[in-house]
């Protein structure tokens, strides 16, 4: 049977409006039913801007959350596949941009949002979390300064934790093999986008957890590093798992995350933060031919002081030499009693 109201949806309830009394009755799924077609077809593709609140990740990995402005609230959902996806940890409070599509529950005349993407809503929002973030763990206290470690001093086995390619690797082995070359250990991470968080955390914890004496040598010091970027690049390295594995960490570590003007909460939680990666392995380990040279002088240093040691006792020795009396002085007088004794014995046997 061909259908009476060959239009779209609201064109339908549109002529049943006009009709009156003389419409059709719906039931109640009826009309969910044509409301579900009505919102799915028509914001079949959303981005919506809000507020997160009531985060909460279930144990099957899928994500319920609402989002919220000062007017409203929907309800939004996240599959777990999408989740895993998220380059940052959301949070209640912050202000993202999610992009999926509405959907409705026809028997509670419901409709959510099922996110498919979302993102931080621009630098400022970043910045809020940010701010939110460092003062959460400086309460804690992984930031205070009697948790930093003096950086030993030529370390023999150095890990890295950065990406395997790119300059970064580079410019540290480079660098490296010019002022001390030195064993190092590199743990090839992602320094950007979904789960490069996770893996950060999980070499740190990876270096600290290698037992001394063991096949793999245990650093004795530890360089996270990345190139530079925009604070959404930079962002895995403010992550709340990143920084608690940084500051948990046994061995010393140096933060080189971005350039000179980049911070990161990584950077408080570290022992050391350098401006750059290069300037990391500067720090790292001093110049060889420089310490060759300063060896050399500290031996020349002790090899003069000891000769003016020895020269000065001798010219204390002669000196006392020559206030004591000659050995003719000394030994005279007994000689001439020796020989007049022995002349006193001559005659006597005569």
């Known amino acids: 049977m061909p259908d009476p109201y060959p239009y779209d949806e609201s064109s339908r309830l549109v002529a049943e409006e006009i009709a009156g009394d003389n419409a059709l009755a719906l039931s109640v799924g009826e009309?969910?039913?044509?409301?579900?077609?009505?919102?799915?077809?028509?914001?079949?593709?959303?981005?919506?801007?809000?507020?997160?609140?009531?985060?909460?990740?279930?144990?099957?990995?899928?994500?319920?959350?609402?989002?919220?402005?000062?007017?409203?609230?929907?309800?939004?959902?996240?599959w777990k596949g999408a989740a895993n996806t998220l380059p940052f940890q959301p949070q209640d409070g912050i202000e993202v941009i999610a992009t999926g599509r509405l959907t409705t529950f026809p028997g509670r005349s419901k409709y959510q949002i099922v996110v498919e993407r979302m993102e931080l809503a621009g630098a400022g929002a970043l910045m809020a979390l940010f701010e939110k973030l460092k003062a959460?763990?400086?309460?804690?206290?992984?930031?205070?300064?009697?948790?930093?470690r003096a950086l030993p001093f030529m370390p023999p086995v150095i890990g890295v934790v950065t990406s395997p390619t790119g300059a970064v690797i580079r410019d540290i082995l480079h660098r490296l093999e010019d002022r001390c070359p030195t064993h190092v250990i590199v743990w090839p991470v992602k320094v950007q986008g979904a789960g490069s968080a996770e893996e950060v955390a999980a070499a740190v914890r990876g270096f600290d957890a290698i037992q001394p004496g063991g096949p793999v040598p245990r650093p004795d010091l530890v360089i996270v590093a990345r190139g530079g970027g925009s604070i959404e690049d930079l962002w895995s390295f403010n992550e709340e798992i990143v920084v608690r594995a940084v500051a948990d960490c046994a061995i010393p570590i140096i933060s080189a995350v971005g350039h000179e003007t980049d911070t990161t909460l990584c950077d408080y939680a570290a022992d050391l933060r350098a401006p750059t990666p290069t300037a990391a392995a500067e720090i790292a380990v001093p110049v060889l031919a420089d310490l060759r040279l300063t060896v050399a002088s500290h031996r020349q240093r002790t090899e003069r002081c000891a000769r003016?040691?020895?020269?000065?006792?001798?010219?204390?020795?002669?000196?006392?030499?020559?206030?004591?009396p000659k050995r003719d002085q000394l030994l005279g007088p007994q000689?001439?009693?020796?020989?007049?004794?022995?002349?006193?014995?001559?005659?006597?046997?005569?």
């Open 136 to 148: 959460k763990l400086a309460g804690e206290g992984l930031f205070d300064r009697d948790r930093k």
């Open 31 to 78: 009309l969910s039913l044509k409301l579900k077609r009505m919102v799915e077809g028509e914001f079949g593709h959303v981005r919506l801007r809000g507020e997160i609140s009531g985060y909460k990740r279930a144990t099957s990995g899928h994500v319920y959350m609402s989002l919220k402005d000062e007017n409203a609230v929907i309800d939004a959902v996240m």
């Open 335 to 350: 000689r001439q009693r020796a020989d007049e004794a022995g002349a006193r014995l001559d005659r006597g046997l005569e």
């Open 308 to 324: 003016r040691y020895v020269e000065r006792g001798r010219e204390r020795l002669e000196a006392m030499a020559r206030l004591l």
